[in-house]
């Protein structure tokens, strides 16, 4: 269910930028539910201003589909010409750590070695 | 003070100034300019003092052992400083101060160099103009009403107003470089992986570098050599030897190839920048270098898949303010839920946000494959590109930036023309390879006042640095027209 609501909003999103008679191409729910996903809770104005800056920002990068890249490979860490060496593995060593204390240490609201936040159930 | 570290060596030698003189005065002249220029978010006076008196008694015999002895420095405020307040110019983190220090900087303390402040930046190094820090912009010295690029926007304007001969930024798309051009001044981004990112607050992870503004290039050098080098904390620091640097810096260029890509010098560029930039190839071409034609035939794509790949990462990383272990915290927020909404959206400004968006997007179930994963199979390309081009040359000029600095406030309602001006610097985080930019002339036009900055930017491959520092020495041994 979730897969094909994300589908259709992005066949919406799609066909909505490509047409230019449309004026809004990323609508605003569109860009609350984007928001819900990141964690971000959008204040009216900035829902309206990020719609209209997102879909440009879109309509810019789709310009990549001018390209064939169905035979090149995605970039994953570090090509030929890069060190693979710097990838190195390490022992599996115990370190000394920041420790409990300083840990704790900038948390807005801690105690007793834990973290404090507002409760869940 | 308008010296270089080996000029204030001198005088620590000849027993002229003391590391609290010199300290105390940069102190003061931050302080004197900093309601003016806002390039400085915490200013280090009582630990830099003590650690200047601290070295006061030996100095003489410490510059011999340490290159930074008795050195005042500036550091971008998104590395971590333990006891000294670190923001990433962010409201979710006004008050965060950190429990470690970021391997570079400690390397920088170990070698003698005094910290006397943290330095302004866009939010989470995210913009190219120091607008979208939360504690205000930075200002261009050369003219206050200009922006001093961004993102360390702080780190150029401490050198270029003569705070300090040498600071810290970072560089996940040009943030080291696009100041230094604006400002006048020399700014390195080394090798992805030849300096730790340890204790640097992430943005990019892929793209992220830490690196030197200096006044010129020996003390650019200096840095690098301070930096560099393998960390444990980071296993993506390279674990190959560090060459001597400065040994490099000979200024002799002949039989050098200079790539020069015609994709860079066309639509777009301001024409008084087309015209510095390429008189200055012209002067690395006097000094014996060869000059050809190399071709990145994917620049006018790198934009795009830069502002992917950029924002898919930093929607990752900056998962993790969530007002929970450090930072803000919004006060009003009664489930767990509501906390870390309610604390991001009241901690995060509009430019982070959007990038989050955007990232959110890309990497999000049914548009990962259209715009994420196509923005790596590009990348391949442009990986490929390079490696294409240097096989015909040593290193690559073009401009830093296709303007000159521009009025604050010019492009803070248009993120898509302000992303436009990263065109030839993001590629290089791309591809991962080294790049420098030196000052080469200023402009007439933008500015009524005075001419601002202008700088060419040269590129080196993998690990190259030695050779690209020499590149840049070379041309700067130039005498300079203005």
Same mark, same amino acid.
């Given at each position: 269910m979730i897969a094909n609501s994300r589908r259709g909003l992005r066949n919406h999103f799609l066909t909505a930028i490509r047409? %230019?008679?449309?004026?809004? %191409?990323?609508?605003r729910i569109e860009v609350e539910k984007i928001a819900k996903l990141a964690n971000l809770e959008l204040t009216d104005a900035e829902r309206e201003s990020f719609t209209g800056q997102l879909a440009a920002i879109v309509e810019y990068i789709d310009q990549l589909n001018e390209l064939d890249t169905s035979a090149v490979k995605a970039w994953q860490t570090r090509s030929a010409g890069e060190a693979i060496s710097s990838y190195a593995s390490r022992d599996d060593v115990v370190r000394p750590s920041l420790g409990q204390q300083k840990a704790l240490d900038q948390a807005p609201d801690a105690d007793e070695g834990h973290f404090l936040v507002p409760r869940v159930i | 003070m308008k010296l270089t570290v080996e000029e204030i060596h001198n005088l620590y030698a000849a027993g002229d100034a003391t590391p609290s003189q010199i300290t105390r005065a940069a102190l003061d002249k931050i302080e004197r300019d900093n309601e003016r220029l806002n390039a400085y978010l915490t200013i280090n006076r009582d630990g830099a003092l003590k650690a200047a008196a601290a070295m006061d008694g030996d100095i003489q015999s410490a510059i011999k052992e340490k290159p930074l002895a008795g050195i005042p420095v500036a550091i971008k405020d998104n590395m971590c400083t333990e006891g000294i307040r670190t923001t990433c110019g962010s409201r979710i983190l006004g008050n965060y101060v950190p429990q470690y220090t970021a391997t570079a900087v400690k390397k920088l303390e170990a070698a003698g160099a005094i910290i006397v402040g943290k330095t302004n930046l866009d939010e989470f190094a995210m913009? &190219? !103009?120091?607008?979208? !820090?939360a504690f205000g912009p930075a200002r261009n010295p050369?003219?206050?009403?200009y922006v001093p690029g961004g993102s360390s926007g702080g780190s150029a304007v401490a050198v270029a107003a003569d705070h300090v001969p040498v600071s810290l930024g970072s560089d996940t798309g040009g943030s080291i470089r696009q100041p230094a051009s604006f400002c006048g001044v020399v700014g390195l981004k080394p090798t992805y992986g030849r300096v730790s990112r340890f204790g640097l607050v992430a943005f990019a992870s892929s793209l992220d570098q830490i690196g030197p503004f200096a006044t010129n290039v020996k003390d650019a050098a200096r840095m690098l050599q301070v930096i560099a080098g393998h960390d444990r904390h980071d296993a993506t620091s390279a674990n190959i030897e560090v060459p001597d640097y400065l040994n490099a810096?000979? &200024?002799?260029?002949?039989?050098l190839r200079v790539g020069v890509p015609p994709e860079c010098f066309g639509e777009g560029l301001d024409g008084e920048v087309k015209a510095k930039v390429e008189a200055a190839i012209h002067k690395l071409k006097d000094r014996g270098a060869e000059i050809v034609e190399v071709h990145l035939p994917h620049t006018k794509y790198v934009v795009a898949v830069y502002y992917l790949i950029a924002t898919a990462e930093a929607s990752s990383n900056l998962a993790?303010?969530? &007002?929970?272990?450090?930072g803000f915290r919004a006060e009003e927020a009664r489930s767990l839920s509501e906390l870390y909404r309610c604390t991001r959206d009241e901690g995060f400004g509009a430019e982070v946000k959007r990038r989050i968006m955007l990232g959110t997007f890309a990497l999000s179930s049914g548009y990962y494959d259209a715009y994420y994963e196509k923005a790596q199979r590009v990348r391949t390309m442009l990986v490929n590109d390079f490696a294409e081009a240097f096989k015909k040359c040593d290193v690559i000029a073009t401009p830093t930036a296709p303007t000159p600095p521009f009025k604050i &406030? @010019?492009? !803070? @309602?248009?993120p898509l023309a302000m992303y436009l001006c990263d065109i030839y610097t993001v590629t290089i985080n791309l591809a991962g390879v080294p790049a420098i930019s030196i000052p080469c002339g200023v402009s007439s036009s933008t500015s009524p006042m005075s001419g601002l900055p202008i700088g060419l930017q040269l590129i080196g491959n993998h690990f190259d640095e030695a050779r690209l520092l020499n590149a840049a020495y070379a041309y700067e041994q130039q005498p300079r027209k203005p």
């Open positions: 047409n %230019p008679q449309s004026n809004m %191409p990323i609508t | 913009g &190219g !103009s120091t607008e979208n !820090s050369h003219n206050t009403e810096l000979t &200024g002799d260029i002949k039989g993790r303010f969530d &007002g929970v272990r450090y &406030g @010019d492009k !803070s @309602d248009d």
